[in-house]
C-alpha cells in the first residue's frame, strides 16, 4: 500500500539554520561556539586549535560508516535515510552516550550538538581519506535531548481460541504451521514489517520503532492499516491489533533473515489499547 509513494518526499530538518544569521566576529568572541560553517569556510583561522562548534550530528552505519558534523540534515518523512547538509567535518571520538538523546529512528542517529575537540584542515580523513575536515573530540552535548515513549502490551490471558503474543514467542514450536489469533503491536515503515511487543516514539509521535520481543509478519490488509497511526504520506504505520494467521517458526525470515518467525496474516482489526 505505502511503499512507494513516500520515497519522493523528504522533510529537510531546520537544525540550527536559523542561527546562521549571525555573523562570524561575534562567533570569535572567548567561549561564544562557533558554527560548522565558520569552521569550514575559513579552516586555517582554527586548524590546530580546540574549539567548541554547534552543528547537526550524524551517525550513520554502513561500509563505510557515518560519523560527522554538518549545517543540518534531510530525512525522509519517517526519519529515515538521515542525510547531512553542507561542508563536513568528520569526528573521532564522539561519546556514545549523547546519542541517547538524539533522534534515533532506526537507521541513524542524528540531532544539534555541542563538540568540543581539536580541529584540523587540509588533509584526507575518515574513511577513504573522503574528508578535509576532522574534529577529534573531547566533549560533545546535546542541545535538543529527545525524550521517548513507549506503549507495550501486558503478559496476560487472552481468553479461549486465542494466544498470547508473548507465548508465540516463549514456545514458538509449539504452535508452527498452525492458525492462531494473537495481539500484539503492528508496525511498517516500508524498510520493517512487525508485530511488536511495544512501540516507542518521540513525545510528539514521530520516529516510532518496534521495542521488545518481534515476528516479521506478512499480508497485513490495507484497508486496516489505515485505521492505525499513520506516519506524514503514509510513511509509517502502527497501532495495537488482534490479527489471525498462519504463524511458522525455525528461523531465516524477514529483513536479511533475521527473524525467527514469521506471521502471516489473514484478517486484522485495530484494538484499543
Same mark, same amino acid.
Given at each position: 500500500?505505502?511503499?512507494?509513494?513516500?520515497?519522493?518526499?523528504?522533510?529537510?530538518?531546520?537544525?540550527?539554520?536559523?542561527?546562521?544569521?549571525?555573523?562570524?566576529?561575534?562567533?570569535?568572541?572567548?567561549?561564544?561556539?562557533?558554527?560548522?560553517?565558520?569552521?569550514?569556510?575559513?579552516?586555517?583561522?582554527?586548524?590546530?586549535?580546540?574549539?567548541?562548534?554547534?552543528?547537526?550530528?550524524?551517525?550513520?552505519?554502513?561500509?563505510?560508516?557515518?560519523? &560527522? %558534523? /554538518?549545517? @543540518?540534515? $534531510? !530525512?525522509?518523512?519517517? *526519519?529515515?535515510?538521515?542525510? #547531512?547538509?553542507?561542508?563536513? =567535518? +568528520?569526528?573521532?571520538?564522539?561519546?556514545?552516550?549523547?546519542?541517547?538523546?538524539?533522534?534515533?529512528?532506526?537507521?541513524?542517529?542524528?540531532?544539534?550538538?555541542?563538540?568540543?575537540?581539536?580541529?584540523?584542515?587540509?588533509?584526507?580523513?575518515?574513511?577513504?581519506?573522503?574528508?578535509?575536515?576532522?574534529?577529534?573530540?573531547?566533549?560533545?552535548?546535546?542541545?535538543?535531548?529527545?525524550?521517548?515513549?513507549?506503549?507495550?502490551?501486558?503478559?496476560?490471558?487472552?481468553?479461549?481460541?486465542?494466544?498470547?503474543?508473548?507465548?508465540?514467542?516463549?514456545?514458538?514450536?509449539?504452535?508452527?504451521?498452525?492458525?492462531?489469533?494473537?495481539?500484539?503491536?503492528?508496525?511498517?515503515?516500508?524498510?520493517?514489517? &512487525? %508485530? /511488536?511487543? @511495544?512501540? $516507542? !516514539?518521540?513525545?510528539? *509521535?514521530?520516529?516510532?520503532? #518496534?521495542?521488545?520481543?518481534? =515476528? +516479521?509478519?506478512?499480508?497485513?490488509?490495507?484497508?486496516?492499516?489505515?485505521?492505525?497511526?499513520?506516519?506524514?504520506?503514509?510513511?509509517?504505520?502502527?497501532?495495537?491489533?488482534?490479527?489471525?494467521?498462519?504463524?511458522?517458526?525455525?528461523?531465516?525470515?524477514?529483513?536479511?533473515?533475521?527473524?525467527?518467525?514469521?506471521?502471516?496474516?489473514?484478517?486484522?482489526?485495530?484494538?484499543?489499547?
Amino acid at each position: 500500500m505505502f511503499r512507494l509513494s513516500w520515497r519522493a518526499s523528504q522533510l529537510l530538518l531546520v537544525i540550527g539554520l536559523s542561527l546562521l544569521i549571525l555573523t562570524t566576529c561575534a562567533n570569535r568572541v572567548s567561549g561564544t561556539p562557533l558554527f560548522v560553517q565558520q569552521l569550514t569556510a575559513s579552516p586555517t583561522d582554527y586548524a590546530g586549535r580546540e574549539v567548541t562548534v554547534d552543528g547537526a550530528y550524524i551517525w550513520r552505519p554502513g561500509n563505510p560508516g557515518l560519523s &560527522v %558534523l /554538518a549545517v @543540518g540534515v $534531510s !530525512t525522509l518523512d519517517n *526519519g529515515l535515510d538521515a542525510q #547531512p547538509i553542507g561542508e563536513l =567535518i +568528520w569526528l573521532e571520538g564522539f561519546p556514545a552516550e549523547v546519542t541517547e538523546h538524539l533522534h534515533r529512528p532506526g537507521d541513524s542517529v542524528y540531532g544539534f550538538v555541542r563538540v568540543r575537540g581539536r580541529f584540523e584542515a587540509g588533509g584526507n580523513y575518515g574513511p577513504g581519506g573522503a574528508y578535509r575536515f576532522l574534529l577529534t573530540v573531547s566533549s560533545a552535548e546535546p542541545i535538543e535531548r529527545i525524550r521517548r515513549v513507549e506503549q507495550r502490551l501486558t503478559d496476560r490471558s487472552l481468553g479461549p481460541d486465542k494466544v498470547s503474543f508473548f507465548e508465540l514467542l516463549r514456545n514458538p514450536q509449539q504452535y508452527q504451521g498452525q492458525r492462531v489469533t494473537t495481539q500484539a503491536y503492528y508496525f511498517w515503515n516500508s524498510v520493517i514489517y &512487525v %508485530l /511488536a511487543e @511495544g512501540i $516507542s !516514539t518521540e513525545e510528539d *509521535g514521530s520516529s516510532p520503532q #518496534p521495542v521488545g520481543g518481534t =515476528i +516479521w509478519v506478512e499480508q497485513f490488509p490495507p484497508d486496516q492499516s489505515a485505521l492505525l497511526n499513520l506516519g506524514p504520506n503514509n510513511s509509517f504505520v502502527w497501532g495495537l491489533v488482534e490479527v489471525t494467521g498462519t504463524f511458522q517458526t525455525g528461523g531465516g525470515f524477514g529483513r536479511n533473515g533475521e527473524y525467527q518467525s514469521i506471521f502471516f496474516v489473514e484478517s486484522a482489526r485495530p484494538v484499543q489499547p
